[in-house]
């Protein structure tokens, strides 16, 4: 009796576990069958030969970007879009993870859990996709880009749809190289760098530095005053100024119009590294941001055990700090509403990319952002000029250049937002290897809003 007591219990335990194992299949199968299915190396769907129908995908009005001919992905007839709207749409074999082909694909191929990628007449029930982007202010991007590497984000920053996304290095879906695994010119191509990289910020940072001052300095901010003659000792090394310019003394928005490294490298040692990491923590920093279910690459800072020099290099958007265009672009929109950013979203009609993201959106206090507002718009108006945009855009912007080595040209930036009711954009440029932020970023960014001007 005790024999077949014994075998009984551990036949109970093998069925339990069996319906346990199961049970967690089906519950992932449920959850995750369709990017199981969807995966790179399914030769059922990413190969010449394919039966499976994928919908297609189109722009914001009507262009298409992608669509199925013949069991083949077929992209834009226009090789210009096609290119800079690669990290958005995808590639032919779904190895853009950050693309609407592989983040959206069980939506686009119409896979359910009954019949999987059958070719059934469920599966030919897969959906078309319009998106939030201009394919002509893309191409406007990607053309003003001149074949650099970097990255262009636009959107909206009251309803969040994103109206441009270009990231290079990129290739040409329709006409993919045979040496794209060998040759340098693609190294980097699968990789979206609007959301999937971190880059060495240079002066767009002392917008954080600047609000760091206006909480700790609430009532004298704007008068602190420094003296700059193109270079200053802090600890056993110098903080320069580019091109060695001498400002002199200057107060805040004097300072952040000319970009002056010695004012802000003075400005955060007088802050300290606890209130300038915590500021910059506040702002999105060391943060996890998503773009509705997508992670994006963290801006991030460390200054821990920063001396002297280091803390004054990192005021200027040097020494640790590295920024993420996306991040970027949402702080360009938080500063523009008030504070609070709306989450940017991708696809028309509801969908996975839409900003479904939960916490806290609130980067600056309503105060900070209208201060912010005053440096950024006195920026465009009086050091870069109105000139670079279409009529009425009333643009505010910061340009920055980070250095990144001896043996090549510096990270160059421009982000800001319109301060329009017509034009309610928040943008975010990247030029890797430029020439300066205003000939390099700064015309990207007059290219893209042109375009969206249209």
């Known amino acids: 009796m005790r024999t077949t007591g014994f075998r009984s219990m551990v036949l109970y335990l093998l069925l339990a576990a069996f319906l346990g194992g199961l049970g967690y299949l089906l519950v992932n199968l449920f959850l995750h069958g369709g990017q199981w299915a969807m995966q790179p190396y399914n030769g059922h769907l990413n190969s010449e030969n394919s039966t499976v129908t994928l919908g297609d995908i189109t722009d914001r009005n009507g262009n298409l970007l992608a669509t199925t001919q013949e069991g083949a992905r077929i992209y834009s007839p226009d090789e210009t879009v096609r290119r800079s709207l690669l990290h958005t749409v995808g590639d032919p074999y779904g190895y853009i993870s950050t693309s609407v082909q592989s983040t959206m694909r069980g939506k686009l191929s119409g896979y359910n859990l009954i019949t999987g990628l059958n070719d059934t007449f469920f599966n030919r029930m897969g959906s078309d996709i319009s998106l939030t982007v201009d ?15 970097g990255a262009v984000l636009v959107y909206n920053y009251k309803t969040g749809e994103v109206l441009a996304k270009v990231s290079a290095p990129t290739f040409d879906p329709n006409a993919v190289p045979e040496d794209i695994e060998t040759n340098e010119a693609y190294k980097g191509a699968y990789l979206d760098n ?8 240079g002066s767009i940072f002392k917008v954080v530095t600047a609000a760091a001052a206006m909480e700790k300095y609430p009532d004298t901010w704007s008068s602190l005053s420094y003296d700059c003659q193109g270079s200053v000792t802090l600890g056993e090394s110098t903080v320069t100024c580019l091109h060695g310019n001498a400002h002199g003394t200057q107060d805040l928005a004097t300072a952040f119009g000319n970009s002056c490294n010695v004012y802000f490298a003075q400005l955060a040692n007088d802050l300290g590294a606890e209130a300038l990491q915590q500021k ?3 702002m999105g920093f ?3 941001l998503d773009f509705s279910g997508i992670s994006v690459s963290q801006s991030t800072i460390d200054l821990s055990g920063a001396n002297a020099n280091e803390l ?10 590295l920024s993420n265009p996306y991040h970027m672009m949402v702080l360009m929109g938080a500063i523009a509403n008030g504070g609070e950013y709306v989450e940017p979203w991708l696809t028309q009609g509801g969908g996975l990319l839409d900003g479904l993201t939960g916490g806290s959106r609130q980067l600056v206090t309503a ?3 209208q201060n912010l507002k005053t440096l950024l718009r006195n920026n465009v108006e009086y050091y870069y000029g109105d000139y670079l945009f279409p009529s009425g855009m009333n643009v505010c912007a910061k340009t920055g250049t980070g250095e990144v080595g001896e043996d090549q040209g510096p990270n160059c930036w421009m982000v800001g937002f319109c301060d ?13 290897d430029g020439t300066g932020g205003i000939e390099s970023a700064g015309s990207v960014a007059s290219a893209v809003l042109t375009a969206l001007a249209g």
Do not use: D, H, R
């Open 280 to 282: 910059a923590e506040e």
């Open 135 to 149: 394919q002509n202010a893309c191409a406007a991007a990607y053309n003003a880009l001149g074949g650099k590497n």
């Open 286 to 288: 060391n943060t996890q």
């Open 312 to 321: 004054g290099w990192a005021g200027v958007g040097q020494y640790t700090v």
């Open 367 to 369: 105060t900070e952002a």
């Open 194 to 201: 609007t959301l999937s990289g971190s880059f060495t910020p």
């Open 420 to 432: 329009s009711q017509q034009y309610p954009y928040a943008f975010a440029v990247l030029v890797e």
